[in-house]
């Protein structure tokens, strides 16, 4: 029984393990175990009856696409790593997993590291690679401890090292820590973060595979991507090409979590659609309310309403229906969400993880910040909501890095699907769903006070006036909308809207 | 297949693999507006970060935007530059930028010189949207003798990075804080006094805007010239000439020597004189030290070390006593030309005039910034009083003139005061890479030799190329000299130096690209390269025309030593003429 991915006991039968195949299952300090089902099969077989070309064509028609977020057809970057001829080449696994909430790669690799060292070797004979690191955030100690005795143990039995499998192929892995900065995740700042260089982005081309960790040729895989491979090499490509859709194959790993009834990690075949995750596998919302809106692919994703709970989710389908993959977040939200805020709320952490480099990223998202800040305060024009478009599209199209590219799309997303939302903000100078503090406001419903006081004495501002048994009045000047006297009365007479 | 065809604004062109976008549509005569980009062509200088996105342009195919100075083309690619797609995100990206920077035009050094208004104007910004609620980056102000960092004006061009990092290999700056705070400047933000940095102020040079500036000296000079009690004298140095004119809108390369001189005794200096005055002394200085050592060196006094290195940019100076202490023995001793020049006027002609020192004002006008902070070192005062008292970089002495409602191009040319004004060709170059070695080996030639030289113009040690070797043949003996601009350049002869594989015997370095023509302190060049090469052109044909050519043929240099010094190398030479170096290479300490 899986224990430690979270709450999905119940309802799996929408779910199918690749990724997560050993999680939970071996004990991932005992590589016999993971020996035992079948573990470094793969890396024999390739080493001792396939050429480097024979395993990139495997992955590339097993329809294999990166899980770190670009999706990325894994054979073909494999493909053009191995065309690129060096002295030294490098096999990288990112495992920064920068977004917050997600922690599937922390799993995996708590749960099965010697999956992804054996991936990661395979790599390296197709491309002709000696050299692997791990870019591991330093605030995985477990995952690190863990990747460490998988290293040492997968050394000793000789499957690390020199001669593998008594071929001429020598392959060995290095762990190299990162600091926790979010675009440290992207690839081209994740090797100059290795390069000892600030975490910062460069422009593509030259692609990591031409020119990657110390100017040497370079293929990074997300934790996820590797742990694929294994399995696909035992059970063949054509195996794994008939889980998914037409464009997207095999399965993703969600961290499902907001107003769901149970969160935690699903892996579902690409296919599945938002409604099954949400419903079958979530259980569906919280304390029965309405569901509003779901937002996938971490901080830079979507937010999609209703009418997208039955798109299969893939690559293609959730970037057109404008939001995207990402590294698989997956958060409800409900009628109580107030969908400026989740959009100020995302732009929050772009500002706080955008490197600084280009401008549109640097001055453009805090640009976008303080004016979802001014609508929430009930400070913004109908103007401004042209101004916001404006701007998240020219910070789409301007920026240097995935990040900035993406940022805006909480924005975007959310004036798509929720004009009118914001134009109560701006208009009426409410807040349909209650969430923005500063739109509210505390009143007296005569019908219901019997004048007994107890709100205006416990009133820390003194805004509330009346005689006793006569009814009450809040003054929405002096109110600073604390709520005191609204849970103090008992006779339901204090609303707020 | 090394050509590639691609079409921009519907014009076909073909250029080279690997060409940007912004290089091709140049061919066309298409000019992108580039902000962060800036490519000193044939000095192997060029920053290319793709960091400001003003130069987007339109790519069929592409999803977005793609930024002209840093895309490559590919065969078949059709651009667009000014859709309005392109426009708009244009002028919204300015309008992004603009909303983090201060409004400060009216009293900002850089105003009129500089890139980001420039910008502003050509995109013809009126307003910037929410600017009344828009939070900006703010930073202190650090002040150092040769440069200020107002840091509140800085947009991450990190083009003084480069500089600092790739092209001087100080590695004083880089990029620190992340998203909106961040910014360029030394690690741990302290200030640039406690870094590194050589004040050679090729940041300051490249900046585009005020956020580096040179410490501003003309209020200092202003009051000494308006008191009574002071005598204030001047003196220019060679590379000024060749680049003053652009400030009044002459073309780059115009000699302004004989109006720069006029303008100079206009503005009240009681005496004009030249550096390049003490230029020759430099070259009759360091030129006997080189055949000291070459002699003996070549008798086989293992004690003697060579190669003897140049030591006239204070810069390069401070770069080797921060990263190479261990051979500080290896420069010459000879002080730069400012310090020469400022330790005689302050004796030999102080008494010629019968002035007491402290009476005495020498003002410089340079083309570097280091040399502000050369003239504060303390070896080069006595009893607190230094031998320069103020130097001016060539950007303020064109202020100065300026403000005095003096227009450059109408003044007739006159000639420098005498004694101290009077200077051969070979001091004239001391302006540009190259000219002081060759200065010196006219002279080390003639004196070594006893032949006199028929043809004075060395073409083998000229040129910009990062790093030169030639051998001068002194008449059966092979010199071998080589030539580094660039403190990067210098670096890689020095760690030969320090490997013991060095096979020269002279070098000469100078920190900025081009020499001191395209010094921190000279009129800003905006990434365009031809403009220093006009100046070493101009240079070149000022010592043409020179009567005196050669240092040691300076009448008044050889009246001085007969006068006062005696000889080179005699023990008042040493005591006024030379220096000493200091280990300053230190770990960087954090509190
Ligand atoms: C801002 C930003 C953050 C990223 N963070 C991660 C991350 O934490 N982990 C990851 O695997 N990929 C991340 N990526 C994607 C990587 O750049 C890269 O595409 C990926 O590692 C490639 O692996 P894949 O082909 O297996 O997906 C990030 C990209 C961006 C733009
Ligand atoms: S988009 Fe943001 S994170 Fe990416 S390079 Fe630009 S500033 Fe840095
Ligand atoms: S740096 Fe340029 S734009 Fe900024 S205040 Fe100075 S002159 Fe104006
Ligand atoms: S003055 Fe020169 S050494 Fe100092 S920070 Fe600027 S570029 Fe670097
Ligand atoms: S200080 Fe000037 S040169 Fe340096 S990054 Fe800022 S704007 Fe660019
Ligand atoms: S090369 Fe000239 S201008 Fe540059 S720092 Fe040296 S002396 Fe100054
Ligand atoms: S000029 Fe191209 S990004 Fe700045």
Redesign the interface.
């Known amino acids: 029984m899986i224990t430690n991915l979270g709450g999905f006991k119940m309802s799996q039968h929408k779910q199918i393990r690749i990724a997560l195949n050993n999680c939970g299952v071996i004990d991932p300090e005992n590589i016999k175990e993971y020996i035992a089902r079948d573990g470094y099969v793969a890396l024999g077989k390739c080493l001792t009856e396939m050429k480097p070309q024979d395993v990139i064509n495997e992955i590339k028609e097993s329809g294999l696409r990166g899980r770190g977020g670009g999706g990325f057809p894994t054979g073909l970057k494999w493909e053009i790593a191995s065309k690129n001829h060096a002295d030294q080449k490098y096999v990288v696994c990112n495992a920064d997993e920068g977004d917050p909430g997600a922690f599937m790669d922390r799993s995996i690799l708590e749960g099965d590291p010697h999956a992804v060292l054996e991936a990661m070797a395979i790599c390296g004979y197709s491309m002709g690679a000696t050299k692997g690191l791990v870019y591991i955030r330093a605030e995985y100690p477990l995952a690190i401890k863990r990747l460490k005795v998988a290293i040492e143990q997968a050394r000793e039995y000789g499957l690390l090292g020199k001669k593998l499998f008594e071929t001429d192929f020598d392959f060995d892995i290095e762990l190299r820590y990162g600091a926790g ?1 979010f675009v440290c995740g992207e690839e081209t700042s994740l090797i100059h973060s290795m390069e000892g260089l ?1 975490g ?1 982005p ?2 593509k ?1 030259p692609y990591p595979a031409e020119k990657g960790y110390l100017g040497k040729p370079t293929n990074v895989n997300n934790v996820e991507t590797y742990a694929n491979i294994p399995i696909i090499l035992r059970k063949g490509a054509s195996w794994f090409n008939k889980i998914g859709t037409e464009k997207s194959k095999g399965t993703k790993v969600f961290a499902l979590a907001g107003k769901v009834k149970n969160v935690g990690l699903v892996e579902v075949p690409m296919g599945t659609t938002l409604r099954e995750v949400i419903y079958e596998i979530g259980g569906g919302i919280e304390n029965d309310k309405k569901f509003k809106a779901v937002q996938t692919g971490g901080p830079s994703g979507g937010c999609l309403t209703e009418k997208h709970l039955d798109t299969p989710i893939d690559f293609d389908n959730l970037l057109a229906a404008g939001s995207m993959m990402g590294s698989g977040g997956m958060i409800v939200m409900d009628e109580d969400n107030c969908m400026v805020s989740v959009a100020k709320f995302y732009l929050d952490f772009t ?10 990223c ?3 998202n ?2 976008l910040y ?2 979802l800040d ?1 609508i929430t305060q009930g400070k913004g024009e109908l103007s401004d909501l042209q ?1 916001l478009r ?2 998240s599209l ?1 910070i ?5 890095c995935g990040l900035g ?1 993406t940022s805006p799309n909480p924005v975007l997303s959310t004036l798509d699907n929720f004009y009118d939302e914001y134009l109560a903000h701006v208009t009426d100078k409410k807040c349909p769903s209650g969430e923005c503090k500063d739109l509210m406001t505390y009143f007296v419903i005569e019908e219901n006070c019997v004048g007994c006081t107890a709100c205006a004495r416990v009133c820390p501002v003194g805004a509330i006036t009346g005689e006793k048994k006569e009814v009450h009045y809040i003054n929405p000047e002096i109110c600073i909308k604390c709520g005191a006297c609204e849970e103090r009365c008992k006779f339901d007479a204090i609303i707020v809207k | 297949m090394n050509k590639v065809k691609l079409t921009i604004d519907d014009k076909q062109i073909e250029v080279e693999k690997g060409t940007t976008i912004y290089k091709a549509a140049k061919q066309l005569e298409i000019e992108i507006p580039v902000l962060c980009y800036m490519n000193l062509e044939g000095l192997n200088i060029e920053n290319k ?5 003003i130069c ?1 342009v339109e790519v069929e195919g592409r999803n ?2 793609a ?1 002209s100075c ?3 083309v590919w065969d078949g690619m059709v651009v667009h530059t000014h859709t309005m ?1 392109v426009i ?2 244009r002028r ?2 300015m309008e ?2 603009l ?2 920077h201060p409004k400060d035009c009216l009293t900002c050094a850089k105003s009129g010189n500089c890139d980001l208004q420039n910008m502003a104007v050509k995109l013809g910004i009126r307003e910037i ?2 600017q009344e ?3 900006m980056s703010k930073y202190k102000t650090d002040f150092s003798p040769s440069i200020i960092r107002e840091l509140d004006k800085c ?2 061009c990190r083009r003084c990075e480069m500089m600092c990092n790739d092209f001087q290999t100080v590695g004083a700056l ?2 620190f ?6 910014a360029v400047g030394p690690a741990f933000e302290m200030d640039i006094e406690d870094s590194p940095c050589t004040y050679c102020g090729q940041c300051v040079a490249v900046c585009p805007t005020g956020a580096l500036t040179e410490k501003d000296h003309t209020r200092d000079v202003i009051n000494a010239l308006s008191d009574p009690t002071k005598k204030v004298i001047v003196q220019t140095a060679p590379a000024v000439r060749a680049a003053l004119g652009e400030e009044f809108g002459m073309e780059p390369g115009t000699l302004v020597t004989g109006k720069m001189v006029s303008a100079l005794r206009r503005l009240g200096f009681d005496y004009v004189f030249d550096t390049d005055f003490a230029a020759d002394l430099t070259i009759m200085e360091e030129g006997t030290e080189l055949l000291d050592r070459l002699t003996k060196f070549l008798a086989g006094d293992k004690k003697v070390k060579l190669p003897i290195l140049t030591s006239c940019c204070p810069a390069w100076v401070s770069f080797f006593e921060h990263n190479f202490p261990e051979m500080k023995d290896i420069p010459s001793t000879a002080r730069s030309p400012q310090q020469m020049f400022g330790a005689i006027a302050k004796t030999y002609f102080a008494d010629k005039i019968s002035t007491k020192r402290e009476d005495l004002v020498v003002v410089s006008i340079m083309p570097c910034l280091a040399k502000k902070y050369e003239a504060q070192r303390d070896e080069f005062k006595v009893n607190g009083n230094p031998d320069v008292d103020f130097s001016i970089s060539t950007r303020e002495l064109a202020h100065l003139i300026k403000e005095a409602n003096l227009d450059l191009n109408k003044l007739p040319d006159e000639d420098f005061d005498k004694p101290l004004g009077e200077s051969s060709g070979a001091a004239v170059i001391f302006g540009t890479t190259g000219g002081v070695i060759e200065a010196a080996v006219r002279t080390a030639y003639e004196l070594h030799t006893g032949i006199k030289l028929d043809k004075l113009d060395f073409e083998q040690l000229r040129g910009f190329e990062a790093i030169r070797k030639a051998t001068v043949d002194f008449d059966g003996t092979p010199i071998n000299i080589g030539i580094a601009h660039g403190l990067g350049n210098a670096r890689k002869l020095l760690e030969e130096i320090k490997a013991g594989k060095s096979e020269f015997h002279a070098i000469e370095i100078m920190s900025c690209p081009g020499g001191c023509i395209g010094g921190g302190g000279q009129p800003t060049h905006h990434g365009d390269s031809s403009i220093l090469k006009a100046r070493a052109k101009a240079i070149y044909a000022e010592d043409a025309g020179k009567p005196i050519r050669k240092s040691h043929e300076n009448p008044y240099i050889i009246k001085l030593y007969e006068e006062f010094l005696g000889k080179p190398m005699s023990e008042k030479a040493h005591h006024l003429l030379h220096t000493c170096y200091f280990d300053k290479s230190r770990k960087i300490e954090i509190d």
């Not at chain 1, 789409?396 to 240097?400: F, G, H, P, R, V």
């Open positions: 900065a600030r910062e460069t422009i081309p500002v706080e993880e955008s490197c600084g480099k280009c401008s549109p640097r001055i453009g805090k640009r303080e004016l001014r101004r404006n701007m020219v789409k199209d301007t920026s240097l590219q | 970060p793709g960091g400001c996105r987007v977005n935007l930024p840093s895309t490559e797609r708009n995100a919204t990206v992004f930028i909303s983090d949207p929410g609620y828009a939070e947009i991450m880089s990029a804080h992340r998203g909106f705070q961040a």
